[in-house]
């Protein structure tokens, strides 16, 4: 396991050994980081926040409990994960909130999904597997798997493969350039297909 001594890690935090934390960083009470991630500099994790295998979290980001993050999620640099439909510091009657008043809603980031630098995704929402969240947008909705999703707010522009490029059509199927995985569109909603 690579903690940078600059690092802040709870003890309750649950490491991989193969992880690596950079300087700078905080990681929160029983939040828990999987085999293989790397999570970069200045970045916050909060407590109770699951982050699986071979994720890539970039520098300055800011995930918010009870966010998730399947195994082969990238989350470029500033993202902002919230966790909270109705931000107020203080009550209607001027008290300072405390934890009691307010529950936390999380962000869940599927499997080979990728957020884009400096995206806020607005909880509570999902983003479904292999999609990608275009640099700068705000995800306000949930986004379908294999959906490629841009702006503010952000809205379906396309699909991508595995591969993170556009899907091409071929006339009949919609295809990853790179990987040659092919896909059909049903209702705005992508099957993958077996190849032919």
């Not at 396991?1 to 935090?13: C, L, N, Q």
């Not at 995206?119 to 294999?146: I, K, L, N, Y």
């Not at 522009?157 to 556009?166: A, D, E, L, M, Q």
Request: glycine share 12%; charged share 20%; hydrophobic share 45%.
């Amino acid at each position: 396991m690579g903690v940078h001594p600059d690092a802040e890690v709870h003890a309750t935090a649950s490491l991989a050994e193969s992880s690596v934390i950079w300087a700078g960083t905080t990681v929160r009470e029983h939040a828990v980081v999987g085999e293989r991630s790397s999570i970069g500099r200045q970045s916050y994790v909060g407590p109770g926040v699951v982050i699986g295998d071979d994720c890539k979290i970039q520098n300055q980001a800011l995930i918010y409990e009870p966010a998730v993050l399947e195994d082969g999620v990238f989350v470029g640099p500033a993202v902002v994960f919230t966790n909270d439909k109705h931000p107020r510091a203080i009550t209607p009657d001027g008290r300072i909130k405390t934890a009691d008043d307010w529950s936390a809603v999380g962000v869940t980031v599927r499997r080979g999904a990728s957020i884009g630098a400096g995206s806020v995704c607005v909880a509570p929402v999902e983003v479904g597997q292999w999609a990608t969240v275009a640099a700068g947008s705000v995800v306000a909705h949930d986004v379908p798997a294999f959906a490629l999703v841009a702006g503010v707010p952000a809205r379906l522009i396309g699909w991508v493969g595995p591969s993170g490029h556009r899907l091409v059509s071929d006339g009949a199927t919609l295809v990853d350039p790179v990987t040659g995985d092919r896909f059909e569109e049903h209702e705005s909603v992508i099957f993958p297909v077996a190849n032919r």
